[in-house]
């Protein structure tokens, strides 16, 4: 009898635990909870933490996130407004806003980010292609800035933006929480992550971007030759300059230098027979010097003074 009790007691103990544990259910402060009898849902969502309680065995517990969540897009090849393919890669954060009516619409996380696809994916098709490129790309207009080159700006071809990455962004996000205002979430915050050529495009890019280099090179470069020819002009006028002075200045010297040995010469001439005698077999030697040398033939004439001079040697 006595065995008979205590295996009724453990029985109803057991029961009890079960029903309890279906009967009781705890949230936490990253939770919220929609219960569902019978897969509809049933009551208010629960959105606060703590112990709560549920009809045992025909309700379930259905919990969803509370905290921010991640979205990522796929890479999407996009046409711009001024027919320039390009990937675009997103990224959005949502939460939860209504339990129940996320329950309703979406059921599940998986069937949120599904949707989600076709949300930002769809508005960011149809932004990007009613912009052009550097409207996705920029934020504000650039100031253009030397490039070293005399005249040569860069930026200064770069088109006006008036509306930039960011207003676009902005607009993707506001008209997207429009479309997700009935399915119990957010779009809190909505980005571009990467955007680019496709591999075509960009090859052309590239080219383009060398070809622009080549010609600020090339520019440069015959900037240069031309400083250099200019700087090398003026050497050459210099230094003609300095030879020309030079010159001048070596012919007065010379000049001098004969005028005072006139001078000598004359004098001594004058002193005296024997002074003249000097002077004349000096000059005699002097004639020989710049005048003969081993391979010199002369024919004279009788009344030529170097004739006589020679003459008078012998």
Excluded: C
Excluded at 26 to 53: C, D, H, M, R, Y
Excluded at 107 to 118: F, K, V, Y
Excluded at 232 to 256: M, P, V, W, Y
């Amino acid at each position: 009898m006595k065995n008979k009790k205590s295996i009724i007691s453990i029985v109803i103990i057991v029961i009890s635990i079960i029903l309890i544990a279906q009967s009781t259910f705890t949230v936490n402060e990253k939770q919220q909870v929609v219960i569902t009898q019978f897969g509809k849902p049933v009551g208010e969502a629960v959105i606060t933490s703590g112990l709560k309680f549920k009809t045992p065995f025909v309700q379930k517990v259905n919990y969803f996130e509370k905290r921010y969540m991640e979205w990522d897009g796929d890479p999407n090849q996009i046409p711009t407004k001024d027919k320039k393919f390009i990937f675009v890669d997103t990224y959005a954060r949502w939460q939860i806003t209504d339990p129940l009516q996320f329950f309703k619409r979406l059921t599940n996380e998986r069937g949120a980010h599904s949707r989600l696809d076709d949300i930002l994916d769809g508005e960011t098709r149809d932004y990007i292609a009613n912009h052009n490129i550097e409207e996705a790309v920029r934020n504000s207009n650039r100031t253009p800035i030397s490039s070293g080159v005399l005249g040569e700006l860069i930026g200064d071809s770069l088109m006006n933006i008036n509306v930039g990455r960011d207003k676009i962004q902005n607009m993707i996000l506001k008209t997207a929480n429009e479309q997700a205002k009935d399915l119990g979430i957010e779009i809190l915050d909505f980005r571009f992550k990467r955007i680019n050529y496709v591999h075509e495009v960009r090859v052309q890019v590239y080219e383009r971007m060398k070809s622009e280099r080549f010609r600020i090179a090339d520019k440069f470069r015959s900037e240069g030759q031309g400083e250099a020819s200019k700087i090398n002009g003026e050497k050459e006028r210099e230094l003609k300059t300095i030879q020309s002075d030079a010159f001048r200045k070596a012919e007065e010297i010379k000049g001098k230098a004969d005028a005072k040995a006139a001078l000598i010469y004359a004098s001594a001439y004058n002193k005296s027979s024997m002074s003249r005698d000097l002077y004349s077999f000096l000059k005699s030697m002097e004639t020989y010097r710049t005048t003969f040398d081993s391979t010199t033939s002369v024919i004279l004439t009788t009344d030529s003074e170097l004739y006589k001079y020679l003459k008078k040697m012998n």
